[in-house]
């Protein structure tokens, strides 16, 4: 197992982190935040992350990132969430392509409905396709079956369906 240190985790797993922070807080500042406080973390128990495998560390990060995030929500009300849009959040284009062809305005749109779904569809939603995590990968993050995860996926991809549609009637 070749040795780690703080760079490489942070390079491996920034966006994991950062992705399941905005999932469960819904705030990029938030987020970002959460996010410095979970690097510290890991330099604090670096030598123990150290002779984890890929599958633990990412299982580690993932449990710690919610916990704090749990934490902040404990210590704070709700934050009501402000027209930051997608446009706002640090996504390259050759991070998700589907992003990148997407105007403002549907990136708006698609923010806003992502936000309307349950914690569990969007929690689903955000990890498999702003952290890139496969299914089999966010069942174990998340402690329930990949079965689980796929019906999950399936009904906030629904839902999206709905809403998106119901807004083109709409609007």
Known sequence: MPARDFESIYADCSRLVYWTAYGVLKSQADAMDVSQNVFLRVLKHIRKLEEMNDAQLRGWL?????????????????EVITDEGFEALPISEGDLPEAAALSAEQKRILHDAIE??????????????????????IAAY???????????????????FSLLKDGEKNG
Not at 68 to 77: E, G, N
Not at 118 to 129: A, F, G, K, S
């Open 62 to 78: 993932y449990r710690v990132t919610v916990n704090v995030c749990l934490d902040l929500k404990r210590k704070q009300r709700r």
């Open 142 to 160: 998340t402690g329930v079956s990949e079965g689980t995860v796929k019906s999950r996926m399936s009904r906030a991809k629904d839902k999206l």
């Open 116 to 137: 309307t779904l349950p914690d569990i569809y969007r929690e689903t939603v955000v990890l498999h396709y702003f952290s890139g995590l496969s299914y089999d990968e």
